[in-house]
């Protein structure tokens, strides 16, 4: 490609583009600066309060500071002529490659604005759910679409990854990488930090890093977003993440709209250091669009000022950067739109004042219109680098004229314009919209067309030339709440019957019949819109379906060893906790490897990595959590490439047994979510037994009351342990009492005091366990000692942490071991000393060790496998081992180095160090 002089390229330290050079001194007796970064427009301002710079992140000694009236970036005097930052209302000029944000409401964290760089406060900020961007909600329409790119949907390759830089918001103590000072600020925006990987640098300095990311420290386990392929289209940030809506408050419904503005916007010109008196504040409307929605802003400006300043103050309310003359204000009147304008009004644009007070108040800005004009002309869609070619556009210029003029100045006069597409580019911060140009359209008007609907669209739209070589479109959707266990032909049969499905257009690709769920192909992108939304409105036999994009995974692009984390979140477990996990992983890793559990479980997840190699999965959430990840891991291990992936737990909720076992911790306590993934990555690999419990009820209960027919086997996973008895009573109790009230049972502390609570009401009954069952350990009858409770233990932790086997030897039994194929049988005398051993007074009874149980149950009773209880009717139960052992991960026990809290380890030049093809340490016992 013909690198021309006229192909321009713009970087932070270029210049703006053509038209704009800043005003240095205007007729007025405002003193202006000039300075390299494009857009600011800095006055001096004597400082009131302590200030900080934004550009070197120091105080500011003194009284004399310098702000941007657009968008309040502060400054020393001695740093303004080194400013890079380009001011907010230059953003659409920096975006690479335009990718929308997914706005969720922000989290308590101080945060501030980066569109007017003020602090964020009360319920109306918004923060990205993938990226540190935060704003106020009145000033989202101003931020761009500049979010992270995390999948491609062109198949266009980018082979070489850059930084993702964005401003402020870092955690405190970061340092910058090029002169290791603390770049980051609890004051105001401040500092750079990529989005990848992590390195913080000072606005000042962060020019000079090479543009080249290699993801950081955590490379190793983010899922590369030159792998991740989904045609995204129409369907929204939301629906490609998977971000269930529910999880978003009320007021975020209608984010999904196009640039919902809220219906006042509130912009204070004010500057700071003026006196008060002598203004007047003006209602402006951005354009015919927000005059319809009544969505103005508020412009003060002195009550004696001309007519190019008061156009000015209006332009940089919107963050347009343009210059006043190409602009002016009209009358917005009762009736309507005025066309006579205020300069018609006053003559020629002299020095009059006009502005009066008994003038309206409201006023539309416009452009005026233009014979001729520089457009840009951008290319290379989805690549990095922002290159574009400048074309002149006279009244007759169709697009494409405009193609031919541009393929020329590429270097391309031999290819034939007819393949070529002049692309409209709207890069809003929610929404990047495509239209595609038609051939004979004037490029002057659609111009005018754009600003007179807004001039803040206009100013965030882009042309692109681009191939027209029609792009393939392949939607992957998995549907799910399905009957179970049907063959393909019934559940296509369910497709066409519920959702009549185009037969050409849709391929089942994949059928998980023990989920209930479907893999479809898509061929067409409405198809797969209207089934996705249809399927969320459809339930079959009183069960709801769910639909989700699931993003394809190119096993060839993968980096050799790589091992990404498949990570899944129960939002549901852990209180908030869960959600501000999710947020923390979506942003640390490629939110597309990032799964709530609350939408269709495991599966979806699973499904997507079917083709990886090798990765590994974190599972944030409660023993059962990752009972029944395992469980339905087990269900489709051989129809995924990677059939062991090895588990690592971020324990939420209460219990955890099996967390505390792998050392991950008792409970989620808001450790750094950096800090974990470098933990989950230098975990090592341990062996653990999994258990099949069969139950096989045989026998009418005597009464035949309560259970008055009889069940069918029941078969269950067990990962931790099995109790009969009153261990299982209490939990069944505990488990009737958080049903009825589950706002209760929030805190983990709590949840045990209610426990105790509960335990104590059952001192009054007596009860002999040893009479109504029989128990043969590896087909040996075993003489049971008078107890109430009698637990199977696969791992040396239950109910909640406590020692049940006990550390003392014993000649009789082997060391406990979660590997061993064995399990522990002990028994517990009733709710005192099941109290004993809780507080770690005592442990159980030694029963047995073994690996094939069965018990005979003669009366109906409570049992529990890994916490979740039920009353077992009269039978026979078999506990054997299930299948292979499962992998899981144990935290390491060398202590990571202080991490000084930032991410800054991200450059570490180490290779990442886990060896996740090494043996399996041989010392996966319990750990006393
Ligand atoms: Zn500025
Ligand atoms: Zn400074
Ligand atoms: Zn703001
Ligand atoms: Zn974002
Ligand atoms: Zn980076
Ligand atoms: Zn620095």
């Known amino acids: 490609m013909a690198d021309s002089g006229r192909v321009k390229h713009d970087s932070p330290s270029s210049s703006p583009g053509p038209g704009r050079k800043k005003v240095q001194q205007s007729p007025g007796s405002k003193a202006r600066y000039c300075v390299h970064a494009p857009g600011h427009c800095f006055r001096k301002v004597t400082l009131t309060k302590p200030t900080f710079c934004h550009h070197c992140s120091d105080f500011i000694w003194g009284i004399v500071g310098f702000v941007c009236e657009v968008c309040n970036f502060m400054s020393h005097e001695k740093c303004l002529k080194h400013v890079r930052t380009v001011c907010s209302c230059m953003a659409p000029t920096q975006v690479q490659i335009p990718v929308a944000h997914c706005f969720g409401p922000a989290g308590q964290k101080k945060r501030f604005c980066c569109v007017c760089r003020k602090h964020l406060e009360g319920s109306s900020a918004l923060r990205c759910e993938v990226c540190e961007l935060h704003v106020h909600s009145d000033c989202a329409p101003f931020s761009v679409s500049d979010c992270r790119f995390c999948h491609q949907d062109g198949g266009q390759d980018i082979d070489t990854y850059q930084h993702h830089w964005r401003e402020g918001n870092m955690s405190s103590g970061a340092r910058c990488e090029v ?67 529910n999880s978003q408050h009320g007021e975020m419904d209608n984010l999904d709209d196009v640039d919902t503005q809220s219906p006042v916007t509130l912009k204070e010109n004010q500057p700071t250091g003026s006196p ?92 005026k219109p233009r014979e001729t004009e520089v457009v840009k002309i951008y290319h290379r869609w989805q690549k990095v680098g922002v290159i574009y070619i400048s074309v ?73 030339i681009e191939e027209s070589r029609n792009r393939v479109v392949q939607v992957s959707l998995l549907l799910g709440g399905f009957p179970t266990q049907l063959d393909k032909e019934e559940y296509a049969h369910l497709l ?158 209460t219990g955890n047994d099996l967390a505390r076992v792998l050392r991950w911790g008792a409970g989620y306590s808001g450790e750094d979510p950096y800090n974990i993934l470098v933990s989950v990555d230098e975990a090592e690999e341990v062996q653990m037994d999994r258990w099949t419990i069969l139950l096989d009820a045989q026998e009418m209960t005597e009464d035949g009351k309560e259970n008055g027919f009889l069940e069918p086997p029941k078969i269950v996973q067990m990962n931790n342990y099995f109790g009969l008895g009153i261990d299982a009573e209490l939990s069944l109790d505990f488990h009737h009492a958080r049903e009825e009230d589950p706002d209760k049972f929030n805190s983990r502390f709590h949840n045990k005091g209610v426990y105790v609570k509960v335990g104590l009401q059952k001192l009054s009954h007596t009860r002999n366990l040893h009479k109504d069952i029989r128990l043969q350990v590896d087909k040996q009858d075993v003489e049971l000692p008078s107890i ?141």
Request: glycine fraction near 8%.
């Open 179 to 245: 002169c290791r000072r603390t770049c980051s600020s609890s004051d105001v925006l401040a500092g750079m930090r990529c989005e990848w990987c992590g390195i913080t640098a000072h606005a000042s300095c962060y020019i000079i890093i090479s543009s080249e990311c290699s993801l950081g420290r955590l490379r190793n386990m983010i899922l590369h977003p030159s792998c991740v392929w989904i045609c995204s289209r129409n369907f929204s940030k939301m629906h490609c993440y998977r971000i269930s809506e």
């Open 788 to 928: 109430e409770g009698l637990i199977f233990l696969n791992i040396p932790s239950w109910g909640s942490g406590a020692d049940l086997w006990g550390s003392d030897s014993d000649s009789r039994f082997g060391r406990p071991r979660i590997d061993d194929g064995m399990l522990e049988v002990v028994g517990v005398t009733g709710v005192v000393h099941m109290g004993q051993v809780q507080s770690g007074l005592r442990s159980g009874i030694r029963i047995a060790q073994g690996s094939y149980i069965r018990i005979t149950v003669t009366k109906p009773i409570p049992v529990q496998v890994d916490g979740e209880p039920w009353i077992q009717s009269p039978g026979q139960i078999i506990i054997s081992a299930a299948g292979p052992k499962v992998c899981m991960l144990r935290k390491s026990k060398t202590k990571q180095k202080k991490q000084s809290g930032s991410l800054k380890e991200g450059r570490s030049d180490s290779p990442a160090p886990s060896d996740v093809t090494g043996q399996p340490s041989s010392s996966s016992g319990m750990d006393s």
């Open 496 to 653: 066409s019957e519920h959702l009549a499905i185009k037969s050409h257009l849709v391929t089942i690709t994949h059928v998980y019949a023990e989920q209930g769920a479907v893999v479809l192909q898509i061929s067409c992108f409405s198809e797969a819109e209207r089934i996705y939304m249809l399927a969320k409105d459809i339930s079959i036999s009183g069960k709801q379906l769910y639909s989700l994009v699931i993003p394809e995974i190119t096993q060839s692009k993968l980096a050799k060893g790589s091992c990404p984390l498949l990570v899944f979140v129960n939002p549901k477990s852990g209180g908030l906790k869960g959600r501000e996990i999710l947020y923390s992983f979506r942003k640390l890793l490629n939110p597309h490897q990032v799964f709530e559990l609350t939408s269709g479980g495991p599966l979806p997840g699973l499904h997507a990595f079917r083709d990886v190699p090798h990765f590994r999965i974190l599972v944030c959430g409660g023993d059962g959590t990752v009972g029944w990840v395992l469980g339905v891991l087990e269900s489709i291990r051989h129809k995924i490439a990677c059939p062991e992936p090895a588990i690592s737990i971020i324990p939420l909720g």
């Open 276 to 367: 008060d008196t002598g203004k007047q504040t003006l209602k402006v409307f951005d354009g015919d669009d927000a005059a319809k929605r009544n969505q103005f802003r508020l412009v003060s400006i002195p009550r004696i000022i001309k007519n190019e300043e008061v156009v000015e103050a209006a332009l940089r309310a919107f963050y347009i950067p343009d210059e006043p003359q190409d602009y002016e204000l009209q009358s917005y009147g009762q009736q309507g739109l005025f066309t006579d304008d205020i300069i018609n009004r006053n003559g020629s644009p002299d020095n009059k004042p006009v502005f009066k007070d008994t003038m309206s108040d409201s006023w539309v800005l416009r452009a």
């Open 392 to 464: 002149t556009a006279g009244k007759n210029s169709m697009v494409d004229t405009v193609i031919k003029d541009v393929l020329s100045q590429l270097g391309k006069q031999n290819d034939n314009p007819a393949d070529f597409n002049l692309v409209e580019v709207f890069m809003s911060s929610k929404q990047v919209q495509r239209q595609v140009l038609s051939g004979q359209e004037l490029l002057l008007d659609k111009l005018l067309e754009i600003r007179k609907t807004s001039l803040r669209q206009m100013n965030q739209t882009r042309f692109y």
